[in-house]
């Protein structure tokens, strides 16, 4: 079936920087733009931006232009979020999302914790 | 980038209620929005696509309506799985409203 797979919970201390693998499986991988949405605990979602996997072209969000970067890996059908220069208000649980109409199919989710 | 507005907040409603939660952008999207649910601990699901369009296996119970500015989601026949929160998103800068978490009364 159509699902995204993401990896394992992080930790990092500030200042560190973060790489969240995505794989998608049961659909096209160069067929849907990958975004990615992040939520802090207890609050709302974040949208951070999206990739192309077919050219690999990006669009990030203003806030976070500068310091994530997203790639792709066409071989395995996988996207990556980076983030740098952690802080701890970036404790956040990381979503990789496809967008077809809207954004249909989510990852389970990827947690994240900043903490010295 | 254009902003969008949800509420209220918190929804505290009984089963077979019928509830509405209301969503605005700042400036027209035509029908470019979306509605979701999300329960603790999971990602959210998928509701309603082009403000309207019911996401296919979820219940039609659920409806979208609204288009330009003013958006809402309305849950006909309220259910115990539905008490969950609700976000809508637009895509124009892909912003999300800030969610209405519906409560138990």
């Known amino acids: 079936q159509v699902q995204l797979v993401q990896s394992g919970a992080e930790v990092k201390k500030p200042g560190a920087s973060v790489k969240v693998s995505c794989k998608a499986s049961?659909?096209?991988?160069?067929?849907?733009?990958m975004h990615w949405v992040r939520q802090a605990p207890g609050q709302g979602l974040e949208w951070m931006g999206w990739?192309?996997?077919?050219?690999?072209?990006?669009n990030y969000a203003q806030k976070f232009q500068g310091w994530v970067t997203m790639t792709r890996d066409m071989s395995s059908s996988t996207a990556y979020m980076e983030l740098s220069g952690l802080r701890s208000d970036d404790t956040a649980v990381y979503y990789c999302?496809?967008?077809?109409?809207?954004?249909?199919?989510w990852g389970q989710g990827t947690m994240v914790t900043v903490s010295s | 980038d254009i902003q969008t507005t949800q509420s209220p907040s918190t929804l505290s409603a009984s089963v077979g209620d019928r509830v509405t939660i209301a969503c605005r952008a700042s400036?027209?999207?035509?029908?470019?929005l979306a509605w979701y649910q999300q329960k603790p601990g999971k990602a959210p699901k998928l509701l309603i696509y082009?403000?309207?369009s019911l996401e296919s296996g979820v219940p039609s119970r659920f409806n979208g309506s609204g288009s330009g500015t003013e958006f809402t989601l309305t849950i006909s026949s309220l259910q115990s799985d539905d008490f969950a929160s609700y976000y809508c998103q637009q895509f124009n800068s892909y912003t999300f409203g800030q969610g209405t978490k519906l409560e138990i009364k």
């Open positions: 999302v496809r967008y077809h109409n809207a954004f249909d199919i």
């Open positions: 049961g659909y096209t991988f160069t067929g849907y733009y």
């Open positions: 400036q027209s999207i035509s029908s470019w």
């Open positions: 082009r403000a309207s």
């Open positions: 990739i192309n996997p077919n050219s690999g072209g990006t």
